[in-house]
């Protein structure tokens, strides 16, 4: 994978055999899907074939058109799949070894990368304080997309990055920001990259993570008209 920022790249370089789903979280308005559609370009212009999951209500035609602009052979190495229905998430998720194994069997070169944009808005939205089977349903769901997001990461080497929302938690009188999806995002996701906004308004800071080896990394980053730099 190949991240638009040069710190996030030098870490992720220096570690040859790193596997595992990445997620990058934050505030609504950080860049989230600039940072994702950066990193597909940035893949795609390597080579690299890209499936990019979009699941909000309406696509972000500007920013995927830049992306058509770029050229050719970078627009062929990006499928965009658009996703309304958690359920249908679901069932995607599910079916992307069969697409995985007959574009193989077609002796197409194999899909490299998966990006979901975002995991648990929809998820966010089907919870019901009032309902908890349908919440713990809900939760079984979750964890059996990363579930299988991590089989194909280890079996067939494809790369994951999931865009999450933030919730807040009171943990010890104090209101914590963690990742959208409880528990079962923390013990699928093993590096976190969370993005935040600062007082100066085209900054951020980054606080990346490598939950496995208690590694962190604190950086800033500009976020402009074409993406961060």
Known sequence: ?????????????????????????????????????????????????????????????????????????????????????????????????????????QNKSKFNIIIIDSMTNLYRLELNKENKEKNYSLNYQLNQMLANLTYLNERYDIEVLIVNEISRRIIEDQVMEVQSGGKVMEFWVKYHIKIVKTEKLNERKFLFSNIAEKYSIEFTSNLGEKGFK
Do not use: W
């Open 1 to 105: 994978m190949k991240f638009p920022t040069l710190e996030l790249n030098k870490y992720y370089n220096s570690r040859n055999t790193l596997q595992g789903i990445f997620s990058v979280f934050g505030d609504f308005g950080v860049g989230k899907t600039t940072f994702a559609l950066q990193t597909t370009i940035n893949c795609a212009k390597l080579g690299k074939s890209v499936i990019y999951i979009y699941t909000k209500p309406n696509l972000p035609f500007e920013k995927i058109t830049l992306i058509h602009k770029i050229s050719k052979e970078i627009h062929d190495n990006v499928l965009f799949i658009h996703i309304v229905n958690f359920n249908e998430l679901h069932d995607l998720i599910f079916n992307l070894e069969f697409l995985i194994l007959n574009d193989l069997t």
